[in-house]
């Protein structure tokens, strides 16, 4: 067992928003220093990519169960260009009156403000050098931060062989000042729910493509972040996504020397949030052993079940969009109608969001709780997910519109919609097990299962939104089944209701293009 987590646990008390809290916050954005939505080094060539992208016809839900095309011979550099795209390229851009300007992206991120980051570290890669890159999805270019195969540094860093011996690993941190500009302390959050959405992406786009993908989120922290060039405090590694065949094992030589390459600034006065460093810091890993330590924690068990399920249809994997059209179309639905999800919709959703992730940890950490509003063949009321039988535990039932709404932070999404998703965990027995760096497990893989039922709703012709949450109120809601529980993350799907509803009518980017 770890240590317990005393900063996880005291940042998690400290930044739950309850009614009291909501209206007492008298913050006010300061648009004048808004951050920058891109990251630009400014002294290092930009590479292009290719601007053909894959269209992945695979279906959305059998690339997202890890189905795709059989693993190429080598990884090219098209084939990464489409992971990258799909994964945190600019799909959509939106024009408001007086010339104001959003590039939306290819996953969801809270307030559209896109403070994740990806480098790579590319090594046998067919038409890219080896070396250290970063990917700027503003002119979909890469540059090259280092000029030397990094792959066995960091291996070393994972305490595993896979990162060296894999064509190339991405590597997602979080630009802190982005978020926390608007979010402030619960900005820590939003970097592992935002960084897990995108992860969904890349998950289900590298299986589609045969790039046998697998996550790292135990790591030398001062080792990853020395090799990217970033400082480990306003800018932060969060998740390594290994790509592409074996190759011949990369050596991890000497330490990587520093690096400080220029960029431009991200505003006039960036602003420390002394509460996301300090959680971030505790939860770091200093040497190759404590991460192999660290992984041996084992996930808590869930709550006891009081049985009676009601089975959900299983899921066609081959039925619905299929992928690449799915992740053009996504969106945040902004206004939910009355119109029904059906009960295989719901099913589909919760089967996408509960998939095996193929990790360096077990996953497993939470529960999903919902209230169902609208889903045929239900009784509305609320209810739990047992993703062990694919069904449905229920809890109570009754009209819950108001108290969704009221929970999502009194946001009319959360009561509009056929059914909200509530992701909760034990998050004390995941911090005695995993200690200060389960909290980024925990939110993190809520992120990762909120991103895959967008990618499930958006392939079977429904919408999603993303929620915040009043967090006591929430357990409190679901009690006395959800006691010792903590809320992690909310989802609400249904139908969208009305013009403008979502993003999907926004002006889909002209390059890159996109090839059969």
């Known amino acids: 067992m770890a240590d317990s ?14 009614p009291a809290s909501v209206r007492a916050n008298t913050y006010t954005l300061d648009w004048d220093n808004k951050p920058f939505p891109f990251k630009v080094y400014t002294d290092v060539p930009a590479i292009e990519l290719p601007r053909e992208i894959d269209v992945l016809s695979t279906p959305t839900l059998a690339a997202v169960a890890g189905e795709g095309a059989p693993a190429p011979p080598t990884l090219t550099l098209g084939a990464l260009s489409s992971v990258l795209y799909y994964t945190a390229g600019v799909t959509k851009q939106k024009r408001y009156p007086g010339g ?14 896109y403070q994740t980051e990806v480098y790579v570290v590319a090594g046998d890669i067919d038409g890219l050098a080896a070396g250290v890159y970063h990917f700027c999805p503003g002119d979909f270019t890469l540059r090259r931060l280092r000029a030397h195969d990094a792959r066995g540094t960091l291996a070393e860093a994972v305490a595993d062989p896979a990162p060296g011996r894999r064509a190339a690993t991405l590597v997602l941190t979080g630009i802190i000042w982005r978020n926390s500009w608007k979010y402030r302390a619960r900005t820590y959050r939003h970097l592992f729910w935002d960084s897990g959405t995108m992860l969904a992406n890349a998950l289900a786009v590298a299986a589609a493509l045969g790039l046998a993908p697998r996550v790292f989120t135990g790591f030398v922290d001062a080792t990853v972040h020395r090799l990217l060039g970033v400082d480990g405090t306003t800018e932060v590694a969060l998740a390594l996504l290994t790509l592409g065949p074996e190759t011949t094992a990369a050596s991890a030589g000497e330490p990587p020397a520093p690096i400080d390459h220029a960029t431009l600034p991200l505003s006039s006065r960036p602003v420390p949030e002394p509460l996301v460093t300090e959680a971030h810091a505790a939860s770091a890993l200093a040497a190759p052993d404590d991460v192999r330590r660290w992984r041996a924690g084992r996930p808590p068990a869930s709550a006891p079940s009081r049985g009676g399920f009601i089975e959900l249809p299983a899921p066609e994997p081959n039925a619905g969009r299929p992928l690449g059209e799915t992740i053009q179309r996504r969106g945040s639905t902004r206004h939910f109608g009355p119109a029904p999800i059906g ?11 509960s998939r095996r992730v193929p990790a360096d940890v077990p996953v497993g950490l939470g529960d999903i709780y919902m209230t169902v509003h609208a889903v045929t063949g239900l009784t509305p009321g609320t209810y739990r997910y047992r993703r062990d039988a694919h069904a449905l535990e229920p809890l109570q039932a009754g009209e819950f519109r108001r108290q969704s709404a009221f929970l999502s932070l009194e946001q009319s999404l959360g009561g509009d919609a056929a059914v909200t998703l509530f992701f909760l965990s034990r998050l004390d027995a995941v911090l005695a097990e995993f200690g200060e760096r389960g909290y980024r497990l925990v939110n993190l893989e809520a992120g990762l299962a909120g991103g895959r039922a967008y990618l499930a709703a958006y392939a079977r012709g429904f919408g999603a939104s993303g929620l915040t949450f009043y967090d006591a109120e929430v357990v409190q809601f679901f009690m006395p089944h959800a ?24 002006t889909s980017i002209a390059a890159p293009t996109r090839r059969s």
């Open 343 to 353: 009960r295989d919709d719901l099913g589909a959703a919760l089967w996408a969001a």
């Open 483 to 506: 006691a010792g529980a903590d809320a992690i993350f909310v989802v609400a799907l249904g139908r969208s209701g009305g013009a403008g509803s979502d993003v999907l009518g926004l």
């Open 100 to 113: 104001g300007e959003v590039l939306f992206r290819a996953a969801a991120s809270t307030g559209a403000l």
């Open 5 to 18: 987590a005393p900063v996880a646990r005291r940042y998690h008390d400290v930044t739950a928003h309850s």
